[in-house]
């Protein structure tokens, strides 16, 4: 069947693009050697962060403990992230995605939307293709120039295209139109749908919401009565509407945050290693607040003198680019984490899920009046740093590792000139899989 502009069942054609064990996947592109192995990425945070299908056949999953995965997989690789080289991968993506169409929102490093209704390729006087024909050559495309599959869904709004790009993973394409949105949504939980979190899900299921077609089916003012906003317009989209529009106001270059140091002497001190996570989570918000952007996760690292790394991933209630909100997500998993006896030498965090911060959610039942007031204080930090300088406002609990830096620099530089890297150290280059050479 064709798919035109004019079909009632694709009133807009809008599709969804998600990266199938994205992280994994990159690597195994990079190292062909470990195709068909269990492989996991997240080493630095002693967690697994994504695994290949193999890793998951074996029994390991998101957020697994080390021991616990070569327990249960002894011969699983578990690789560092490297955030530098996904965003490669991801930056490729999207302008694949830009040949066919000019309406792209880069949702995330592994997923975004795009808009096909006036793609050139469909709307060509003669010889046009249909939608799913388009789809279907953009999935061809990203696996020939990236060596990694994608999942694409394509239906009439950005919620239903997110259900579609999800209903056959790894390596699915699924379409749905306008008339067959309530075959997919009888059975699917409300809790699985984009934008619907687990307070939400509890919420409504109070109210004998269950699956997504049951709360579809709900009339307007019962909608009116019971939902805020966000939920009210995931409910229009159910419901075939388009409502929600893609954001395409220009993306900066990157997906992620980090910010890692290591120090000498090795330290067994708690709060000497909280206060160097502190000074990086507040130099991480800061690059953040910059660039209007907010994260929703963090992951930090403590890495130990037998370089072995102990983390873990938060998420968090709001998106947010305060450092007091994420350090207070972040302090009790940390002291769980910590190990006394063990001495460390470097540690790091990691924010990601980013937004731009002009687009702002709180959550259904998410202190947003603690969060004005956090907001409120770092944005007087923010004046202050730029009228006498960046550093001169910080968090206590920053303190005595800006201390240990300043005593750092002074024995590197009194009597020894400046230390500086040689071009050879400071270059680096990482190509990604460009397609097979024949």
């Known amino acids: ?57 074996a029994g390991i999953h998101r957020g697994m403990r080390i021991g616990d995965m070569r327990r249960v997989c002894p011969n699983v690789v578990i690789l560092p992230s490297d955030y ?3 965003a490669q991968y991801a930056r490729r993506m999207y302008s694949i995605v830009r040949k066919y ?15 096909l209704t006036h793609s050139p390729l469909a709307t060509t006087a003669t010889g046009a293709c249909s939608y799913e024909e388009i789809a279907r ?26 259900v579609a790009s999800k209903w056959n993973k790894p390596n699915g394409f699924t379409v749905i139109g306008r008339s067959s949105i309530p075959d997919y949504l009888k ?7 984009w934008g619907i979190g687990s307070s939400t899900t509890m919420y409504l299921k109070k109210l004998g919401i269950e699956t997504t ?12 009565d019971h939902c805020d906003l966000p ?19 220009g993306h900066d270059d990157y997906a992620s945050v980090q910010r890692t140091q290591t120090f000498r002497p090795p330290s067994g001190d708690r709060e000497f290693c909280w206060s160097q996570l502190s000074q990086h989570v507040e130099d991480a918000c800061i690059y953040l607040r910059k660039d209007m952007r907010t994260a929703t996760k963090v992951s930090f690292f403590l890495k130990t003198q037998d370089f072995e790394y102990l983390g873990e991933e938060v998420s968090l209630p709001d998106a947010t680019a305060e450092p007091q909100e994420l350090l207070r997500a972040v302090r009790p998993r940390f002291d769980v984490l910590f190990v006394p006896r063990l001495q460390y030498r470097a540690t790091g965090i990691t924010l ?74 400071r270059k680096h280059f990482d190509v990604i899989y460009l397609g097979e050479v024949r």
């Open 352 to 425: 990601h899920g980013l937004r731009s911060r002009k687009i702002r959610t709180v959550s259904l039942f998410g202190d947003s009046a603690h969060l004005e007031k956090a907001s409120g204080v770092t944005r007087a930090i923010d004046r202050l740093a730029e009228k006498f300088g960046r550093g001169v406002v910080f968090l206590g609990s920053s303190l005595r590792a800006l201390r240990h830096d300043a005593r750092e620099d002074a024995r590197l530089h009194a009597g020894h000139g400046r230390i500086r890297m040689s071009t050879e150290q």
């Open 231 to 249: 939920v009210a317009r995931i409910y229009e989209e159910l419901r075939g509407n388009k409502v929600l529009e893609l954001s395409t106001d």
């Open 84 to 86: 530098t080289m996904y």
């Open 1 to 57: 069947m064709t798919i035109r502009s004019s079909s009632t069942e694709f009133p807009r054609a809008i599709m969804h693009v998600d990266g199938d064990s994205f992280f994994v996947s990159c690597e195994i592109a990079r190292r062909p050697g470990l195709r068909g192995k269990p492989v996991v990425t997240g080493l630095e945070r002693g967690i697994a962060s994504a695994m290949s299908p193999e890793a998951k056949k």
């Open 101 to 115: 169409t000019d309406v792209v929102e880069e949702y995330s490093i592994d997923e975004c939307f795009a808009d």
């Open 187 to 193: 059975a699917l939980p409300v809790g699985k749908i």
């Open 213 to 224: 077609l049951d709360l579809a089916t709900k009339d307007h003012s019962w909608i009116d």
């Open 137 to 162: 050559q953009i999935q061809a495309d990203l696996f020939d120039s990236l060596g990694i599959t994608f999942s694409l869904g394509l239906s009439v709004n950005k919620v239903m295209a997110k």
